[in-house]
Each structure stands twice: as structure tokens, then as C-alpha cells.
């Protein structure tokens, strides 16, 4: 029994609510079962985020394109995955909370360094990358006030906006979905809409809570895009245009 609260106690389950299902047997208590539920989906996030965008950085690599992809797209949600981050980390809030973001933030870089790369300006690939680090360096720092944190997560919701608008304009414009990857769109939609739950049992946070629902629907959206562009391809739209 022993072993078993090492374990368990108290990275998924306080106390309370370890005697409560193990000792008391009452594994019907809401509480603890809302808080076992939580950190089961957050820990499956987390897991799930290592390698939520390696479909998508495999598809690029593969067919030696990001045509489709939008780096400004790619860069405003580098900007919110940051945001969230840098805000949780300074607010304390558990690993199991955000731990996902960490993996989709050097996912999202390694994208934006392939779009740059294979559209020939390798330079600017590496010059981004060189100035992420710098910044998130300055932001985790004593001498960024807290305020700018928090204007920073609050800006979540509309650089989450921005970048979804944009990447769905593109394949709009496109009529075709060119090298997203529905595997990581779908992922993320799922992810984003678990997160809505576990950060309001775990950090209790509006702010970032109201992040988590604008990104759930955003991701939506481009997963309507990618289910009604199904069976186009850029190919066949080039051959409808001639």
C-alpha cells in the first residue's frame, strides 16, 4: 500500500483522496474522482503533445514542401503557446496544467524553421530561432513585471484568432488543405478541448481557461476545412485552374 501512495501521492492524488479510494474504499467520491480525471487527461495531453506535430513535420520533410502552411499562422500560435508557458510558469501552476505546451512550442519551432528552410531562406529560419530563445530567456526573467505576463496571456485569445483566421483563409484561397496534417489538426482539437476541463479543475484560472475554449474552436474550424477539402489535393486544384 505503501508503494502504491509513493506513486500516487501527492503528484496525482492528495491525500484526502488517496484514503478515500484506498482506505475508505469510496471510489464514488465526485471531488476526487473530478481531480483523478484531471490529472489522468493531463497527463495523456502531455503525453499525447511529444508527438502530436511529428505527422505533420514528417508530411513536410516528405514531400519537400510547407506549401499550404502559413508562417504567420505558425508564428502568432508560436506566440500564444509561449504566452501560456511563460504565464503558468510564473503563476506556479502544476506541470500536469500546461506540461503539452512545452512539446508543441519546439514542435511549432522546428515547422517554422522547415517553412523558411524549404522555401529557400534558411538564414531567416535560424535568425527565428536564435530570437525565440532570447526572448523567452528575458521573459522567465526577474526584470519582466508580472503585468506584462498576464497581457501577454490575454493576448492569447486573439493571437489564437489571428492565426487559425489566417491559416483558414490560406487554404480558402488554395481550395485545398496542402501539407496540413490531419492526424495533428485532429490531435490538437482534442487536446485543446480536454484542456478545457483540466485547467479549470487544476489552476482554476479564467484567463487561461477562456484561452483553451477560444483555441478548441478555432482548431475546429480548420478541422471542418480538412474534412470538406478531403479528397482535393493542391494537384487537382492546379488542374482545375488551367
Same mark, same amino acid.
Given at each position: ?82 504566452? &501560456? ?125 477562456? &484561452? ?31
Amino acid at each position: 500500500m505503501e508503494a502504491v501512495r509513493g506513486l500516487l501521492v501527492p503528484g496525482i492524488l492528495p491525500e484526502k483522496c488517496f484514503h478515500e479510494f484506498f482506505v475508505h474504499f469510496n471510489l464514488l467520491e465526485v471531488v476526487c474522482l473530478k481531480i483523478l480525471l484531471s490529472k489522468v487527461l493531463g497527463i495523456g495531453i502531455i503525453v499525447g503533445s511529444i508527438l502530436v506535430k511529428v505527422p505533420q513535420i514528417i508530411k513536410i520533410v516528405r514531400s519537400g514542401t510547407a506549401e499550404g502552411l502559413s508562417f504567420n499562422s505558425v508564428l502568432l500560435e508560436l506566440l500564444a503557446l509561449t504566452g &501560456t508557458m511563460v504565464y503558468s510558469i510564473t503563476r506556479g501552476f502544476n506541470f500536469s496544467a500546461w506540461g503539452e505546451v512545452l512539446f508543441l512550442i519546439i514542435q511549432t519551432l522546428i515547422i517554422g524553421f522547415l517553412i523558411q528552410h524549404l522555401g529557400g531562406r534558411t538564414a531567416w529560419g535560424t535568425l527565428l530561432l536564435g530570437i525565440y530563445f532570447t526572448v523567452v530567456a528575458i521573459l522567465l526573467s526577474p526584470v519582466t513585471p508580472m503585468a506584462v505576463i498576464t497581457g501577454l496571456q490575454a493576448f492569447n485569445m486573439p493571437a489564437v484568432i489571428i492565426s487559425r483566421l489566417i491559416q483558414a483563409v490560406t487554404n480558402y484561397k488554395n481550395g485545398h488543405t496542402g501539407q496540413l496534417s490531419a492526424v495533428t489538426v485532429a490531435l490538437l482539437f482534442l487536446g485543446s478541448l480536454a484542456r478545457i476541463f483540466t485547467s479549470i479543475q487544476e489552476t482554476g484560472d479564467l484567463l487561461m481557461s477562456l &484561452t483553451y475554449v477560444v483555441s478548441s474552436t478555432c482548431n475546429g474550424v480548420i478541422l471542418g476545412q480538412l474534412l470538406y477539402y478531403w479528397n482535393v489535393s493542391s494537384v487537382d486544384k492546379k488542374k482545375k485552374t488551367r
